[in-house]
C-alpha cells in the first residue's frame, strides 16, 4: 500500500538530507522529487505545490537538519487535508433520519461493491439500509446489486431496465419510507463516454434525491483517471466526499493526496479488498505518515 511513493520521500530525505549545505543542489533535489511524484499519481499541481513550499522552506533558512526535512514534509502534506467539511455517515444518519446517499462513478471502479459495504456497516451501526439499483441503462448493474443483496441479506430496490432511473430512485424512496428503511444507498449509472446525457440524468436523480452526501467512488489503480473522473462529476453534480477502492493493491500512492487537493473534499473510506468488512474509514495522519516513515 502506497509503497513507491514511500520510497520517493524517503530517498529524496536521504538525498536532501545529505545536500544541506549546498543550496543549489538542494533545491535541485527539490526539482527531482517533483518529478518522480508526478510519476507516483500526484498531480502535477500538487507537486509543484510541495516543492514550492519546500523551496520557500530552504530560502527562509528553516531546514538545517533531516528533523527539519521531515518536519517539513510532514506539515506541507498534512495541510492539504486540514479545513475540509470532514463527514461522519453514522451521526448523519441519526440526525437526518432517513439519510440519502448517492453514489457516483463510473462502470468497473468497483460501486456496486462499495455500496453494498458501506449497506453492511450501516446495518452493523443498528439502521436499515435500502440499496437502490438507479443505473436503469447497462445490462447487469441491477443483477450486481441483487447479487450484493442476496449475499449481505440488504435488501435491494429495483426497476426496468431502460426505465427513467429518476423515477425509480423517487418510487424507491416511497417504498423505503412506508417499511422503515432510513438509509437509502442509491446507484447510478457510469458511462463516461456520452457525458451530456449522464449528466442531465445525475442532475434529475439528485434533484428528485436531495441527497444528504454524493459520494464519488474512484479506483486507486486507475491513477490520473481517477482525478479526471473527480473533476467531471463535481462539475457535472459536485461531489461532497470521495471513497478509493482497491487500495489493497495500490503502490503509486499519489490518489488520495491529488484528489483531496483537487476537489478539497475528505476521502471517507478507502476499499482494501473484496469483502463486505474491507471498507476502512481513510486516516490522513496515518496516510502521511505511511507515506513519509512507513509507519502503520
Ligand atoms: N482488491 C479489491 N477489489 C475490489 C475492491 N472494491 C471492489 N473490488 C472488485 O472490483 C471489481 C469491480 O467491482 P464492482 O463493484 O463490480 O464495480 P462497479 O463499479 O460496480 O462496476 P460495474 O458493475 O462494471 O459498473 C469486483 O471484482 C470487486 O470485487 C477493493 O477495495 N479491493
Redesign the pocket.
Known sequence: MFKKLREVFSRFIETASSLLSSREKLLESIEELKLSLVANDVAYEVAENIASELTRRVEEGSIKSREDLVKALREILLSYFTGLNSIDLLSLASSRKPLKIVFL?????????????VAVYMRENGFKPLMVAA?TF?A??QE?LKI?SERTGIPVFTGKYGSDPAALVYDAIQYGLNRGFNVFLI?TA?RMHVDVDLVNELKKIVRVAKPDVKIL?V?ALTGNDALEQARFFNEAVGVDCVVV?????YEEGGVPLSLVYILKKPVLF?????DYK??KPFNPIEYVERILTGLQ
Not at 105 to 117: D, E, F, H, M, S
Open positions: 462513478g463510473v462502470n468497473g471502479v468497483g460501486k456496486t461493491t462499495t455500496i453494498a459495504k443505473d447497462r447487469g448493474a450486481q450484493h446507484d457510469g467512488v479506483d477502492t482497491k487500495v489493497d493493491a478507502i476499499g482494501v479488498g473484496q474491507d471498507l
